[in-house]
T-cell receptor, first 114, second 109 residues
Framework: DAGVIQSPRHEVTEMGQEVTLRCKPI?????LFWYRQTMMRGLELLIY????????DSGMPEDRFSAKMPNASFSTLKIQPSEPRDSAVYFC????????????FGSGTRLTVV | QQPVQSPQAVILREGEDAVINCSSS?????VHWYRQKHGEAPVFLMI?????EQKGHDKISASFNEKKQQSSLYLTASQLSYSGTYFC??????????FGQGTRLTINP
């Protein structure tokens, strides 16, 4: 298995632009998570899905952030409009309730908003 | 609520031991431990599911005291490859992990 795949690896964008981050979870994993990591706030859970359905989006910072999971093999996190304070590393992770092997994280997307 | 890790940073010489603690103000049902190297994603180390459970992998082990709402990670005879930031994650809702702020471990030769 190729693991959790995220794209792009790096994104530099100007303030006000729309940014879309993408994630492909491990096949067979029914949970998908989006985390944001910064030096100040550490690893923050933004939203997570179970069987493509959003379960908890209480960590989404504001309405500028949205996430979708149209099918079991694809999810997006969108920021519109982007702001400099959104600069962070965004990780996607997946897991399976049936397995107790912990989360598998993708390589992350480093977002820089200038 | 975010679990609290201590210490925030540790510097060791190769071969020395370290203990990293994780505590929560909420009841714990399980605790995960992850290691993240600089510029990389967190990597799963182990999960502890039961009160008083201990698990180990090579020279890294962990304990989980459900009553005290605490978990500890033990690294014995540390190796250079153990360097990184260690995170505990506590389960707060089905499969929902909230991570501590991390403990940075530096191993010097």
């Amino acid at each position: 298995d190729a693991g959790v795949i995220q794209s792009p690896r790096h994104e530099v964008t100007e303030m006000g632009q729309e940014v879309t981050l993408r994630c492909k979870p491990i096949s067979g994993h029914d949970y998908l998570f989006w985390y944001r990591q910064t030096m100040m706030r550490g690893l923050e859970l933004l939203i997570y899905f179970n069987n493509n359905v959003p379960i908890d989006d209480s960590g989404m910072p504001e309405d500028r952030f949205s996430a979708k999971m149209p099918n079991a093999s694809f999810s997006t996190l969108k920021i519109q409009p982007s702001e400099p304070r959104d600069s962070a590393v965004y990780f996607c992770a997946s897991n399976s309730l049936g397995g107790r092997g912990g989360y598998t994280f993708g390589s992350g997307t480093r977002l820089t908003v200038v | 609520q975010q679990p609290v890790q201590s210490p925030q940073a540790v510097i060791l010489r190769e071969g020395e031991d370290a203990v990293i603690n994780c505590s929560s103000s909420k009841a714990l049902y399980s605790v995960h431990w992850y290691r993240q190297k600089h510029g990389e994603a967190p990597v799963f180390l182990m999960i502890l599911l039961k009160g008083g459970e201990q698990k180990g992998h090579d020279k890294i082990s962990a304990s989980f005291n459900e009553k005290k709402q605490q978990s500890s990670l033990y690294l014995t005879a540390s190796q250079l490859s153990y360097s990184g930031t260690y995170f505990c994650g506590t389960e707060q809702g089905a499969q929902k992990l909230v991570f501590g702020q991390g403990t940075r471990l530096t191993i010097n030769p």
